[in-house]
């Protein structure tokens, strides 16, 4: 009796440890997915912001040139520049 008891507590132990383990394995995985997607997103949201930089950048341009065209039209000296 005393026996049967050891060996169930041994095979019980052992299923424990096979279950973290397979538990332990699948959270890795899911960690390295989870690392991933979350490199994967900020390359995106880098490419994203970068080209939203580059349109701001040439919107100010043509602003700047539409600018400076009225101000000469109008023979308004422009305050930067003396």
Do not use: F, W
């Not at 912001?49 to 400076?68: C, F, G, M, P």
Request: aromatic share 0%.
């Amino acid at each position: 009796m005393k026996g049967e008891i050891t060996g169930a507590k041994e095979e019980l132990r052992a299923e424990i440890k096979a279950s973290e383990e397979r538990q332990a394995k699948r959270l890795a995985k899911a960690k390295e997915e989870l690392e991933a997607e979350i490199l994967a997103s900020r390359a995106a949201a880098k490419v994203e912001s970068v080209t939203l930089q580059a349109k701001v950048v040439k919107r100010i341009n043509q602003l700047d040139e539409r600018v400076e065209a009225l101000e000469q039209e109008a023979d308004i000296p422009h305050p930067h520049k003396h």
